[in-house]
């Protein structure tokens, strides 16, 4: 496996739930981070956690971090249509001073 | 809101021409970045750049990549002699703080290799 491998690959919900995505590394991180991109377009910084932090929100994102499991999650509560995008998680690995890591992505499609 | 500018949005170039991808930074931005996404795969990290000086590089980045900051706004990709696995999305960004906290993306320019 690689650093940052998110889980499931894809994703299909219908509005109004909520979407869970997962994402597990294999190196002591300084931080983890998720971003989103829309089809064709620049990545989206959403939230960032670091090691030392186990759970943080913004809106109707969540995202909790488990450094014993090398693992984090992000979920979307209430999903919308608009929420309909790719979402990569991102690691800065423990003495890397400038580079972020990222999976391979979770496409999520949110049905109206 | 500020944000980084890559142009052009699409290049179209033969096998082995060079080509030379643009950004513009945010504008109090310390360290940018060069990343890369094939179709349909990983976000991949090219180079990062601090003080005017390659930061880190990955494998991906040989001697045929080279970057610069020519004018203190403008930060360029160079391709020296492009070949068809360099067909891609290359994304610009770059971060206030200290490396590895947020980082800003452009919105990328196609590059297709013929």
């Known amino acids: 496996s690689q650093q940052g491998e998110e889980d499931p690959q894809a994703l299909s919900i219908q509005e109004g739930e909520n979407a869970t995505m997962n994402c597990s590394y294999k190196?002591?991180?300084?931080?983890l981070q998720w971003y989103r991109q829309n089809s064709g377009r620049g990545l989206v910084h959403l939230i960032l956690i670091r090691s030392n932090e186990r759970e943080k929100h913004s809106g109707r994102l969540r995202v909790t971090l488990d450094t014993s499991k090398k693992s984090s999650s992000l979920l979307i509560t209430a999903s919308r249509a608009a929420d309909t995008a790719s979402y990569f998680c991102?690691?800065?690995?423990?003495?890397?001073?400038?580079?972020?890591?990222f999976g391979k992505g979770i496409t999520l499609s949110v049905r109206p | 809101e500020p944000e980084v500018t890559q142009t052009p949005s699409h290049q179209v170039t033969q096998m082995g021409q060079e080509v030379i991808l643009r950004c513009v930074p945010i504008s109090n931005h310390l360290y940018f970045y060069w990343y890369r996404q094939i179709l349909g795969q990983k976000v991949e990290f090219l180079v990062s750049?601090?003080?005017?000086?390659?930061?880190?590089k990955s494998e991906i980045f040989d001697d045929q990549f080279s970057v610069e900051r020519p004018d203190g706004s403008n930060f360029t990709l160079k391709i020296r002699s492009t070949k068809l696995e360099d067909s891609a999305m290359y994304f610009c960004?770059?971060?206030?703080?200290?490396?590895?906290?947020?980082?800003?993306f452009g919105s990328g320019t196609q590059l297709s290799v013929l």
């Open positions: 190196t002591s991180i300084n931080n």
């Open positions: 750049f601090y003080n005017n000086e390659i930061s880190e």
């Open positions: 960004a770059s971060t206030a703080g200290t490396g590895g906290e947020k980082l800003f």
């Open positions: 991102a690691t800065v690995e423990t003495g890397a001073n400038s580079k972020l890591t």
